[in-house]
Nanobody
Framework: QVQLVESGGGLVQAGGSLRLSCGASGRTFNSYGMGWCRQAPGKEREFVAAISWTYGTTYYGDSVKGRFTISADNAKNTVYLQMNSLKPEDTAVYYC????????????????????WGQGTQVTISS
């Protein structure tokens, strides 16, 4: 059993920055990767970024590549999502999730790929 807690969401103007954190606790030894997905009202869940803790490989969705950066602190079992140049289109609830696979798939937020999910943190970007 893994517990995830996201933090860092809030309200920011377009062009601003936010840094999200996701701490994992519990039986994390089978969690080899972690990803960020988001969901806006009326839209389907969208892949944002992911990282393989073992290999350090990172993955980014096309809509955020070049603006967002995912990183991991293995000692703290925490992943971060640095979001720069934010746009109103980035407004959504952001969820972090763990994966039992060493290699992840860019563009996927499938429940077959991720096993545990956090409660999410709201990110709102004003025009």
């Amino acid at each position: 059993q893994v517990q995830l807690v996201e933090s860092g969401g809030g309200l920011v103007q377009a062009g601003g920055s936010l840094r999200l954190s996701c701490g994992a606790s519990g039986r994390t030894f089978n969690s080899y990767g972690m990803g960020w997905c988001r969901q806006a009202p009326g839209k389907e869940r969208e892949f944002v970024a992911a990282i393989s803790w073992t290999y350090g490989t990172t993955y980014y969705g096309d809509s955020v590549k070049g603006r967002f950066t995912i990183s991991a602190d293995n000692a703290k079992n925490t992943v971060y999502l640095q979001m720069n140049s934010l746009k109103p289109e980035d407004t959504a609830v952001y969820y972090c999730a763990t994966s039992p696979y060493r290699s992840l798939v860019s563009g996927s937020c499938s429940t077959s790929l991720y096993d545990y999910w956090g409660q999410g943190t709201q990110v709102t970007i004003s025009s």
